[in-house]
T-cell receptor
Framework: EDQVTQSPEALRLQEGESSSLNCSYT??????LFWYRQDPGKGPEFLFT???AGEEKEKERLKATLTKKESFLHITAPKPEDSATYLCAVGGGADGLTFGKGTHLIIQP | GAVVSQHPSWVICKSGTSVKIECRSL??????MFWYRQFPKQSLMLMATSNEGSKATYEQGVEKDKFLINHASLTLSTLTVTSAHPEDSSFYICSASPIGRGEQFFGPGTRLTVL
């Protein structure tokens, strides 16, 4: 059974203060690791897909990396609009996703 | 691209009634769609996998007779909550994978409240 653990549960940063979110996973075989952003009362918004250890993806102030046991979402010089819950999930293709509980990120101006 | 819509966005119903939720992929085709449920302050939990033209696959603990899923075309899946009860109140979210791609794109969700 796939398992995903995210840390920290909540993170409060000042605007411009860079940090990283962690996602540890246990799978029988990795089909894909996914990062999503979810705003309150909305569906998750797709950010990144990672398929193999060593892979990195970037989008604006976000960068996702992957090892054989965990993934990191690095946030560089965040802005208040980056405040959201960030979800990590494994699975993909014809299979549903197994999600972690998420990291609730607050960026204070 | 990769837009998924859901309708309705919210619904309030009386206990014992049935509610249908539609999920559409607007700019791509998907042989597989998924239905998730999210309770307050919790993460998404997969309920079922919906395959076009065949029966849905339900996760352990999800009653298939209560949550009826139909995937009639490559762009439409429906979830019907039959004989809804207050404990079925939740945020229901669908997702779809474009053919040949691994990632899932999510709809905006449907907030169901059963009185």
């Amino acid at each position: 059974e796939d398992q995903v653990t995210q840390s920290p549960e909540a993170l409060r940063l000042q605007e411009g203060e860079s940090s990283s979110l962690n996602c540890s996973y246990t799978v029988s075989g990795l089909r894909g690791l996914f990062w999503y952003r979810q705003d309150p009362g909305k569906g998750p918004e797709f950010l990144f897909t990672l398929y193999s250890a060593g892979e990195e993806k970037e989008k604006e102030r976000l960068k996702a990396t992957l090892t054989k046991k965990e993934s990191f979402l690095h946030i560089t010089a965040p802005k208040p609009e980056d405040s959201a819950t960030y979800l990590c999930a494994v699975g993909g293709g014809a299979d549903g996703l197994t999600f972690g509980k998420g990291t609730h990120l607050i960026i204070q101006p | 691209g990769a837009v998924v819509s859901q309708h309705p966005s919210w619904v309030i119903c009386k206990s014992g009634t049935s509610v249908k939720i539609e999920c559409r992929s607007l700019d791509f085709q998907a042989t597989t769609m998924f239905w998730y449920r999210q309770f307050p302050k919790q993460s998404l939990m997969l309920m079922a996998t919906s395959n076009e033209g065949s029966k849905a696959t339900y996760e352990q603990g999800v009653e298939k007779d209560k949550f009826l899923i139909n995937h009639a075309s490559l762009t439409l899946s429906t979830l019907t909550v039959t004989s809804a009860h207050p404990e079925d109140s939740s945020f229901y979210i669908c997702s779809a994978s474009p053919i040949g791609r691994g990632e899932q794109f999510f709809g905006p969700g449907t907030r169901l409240t059963v009185l």
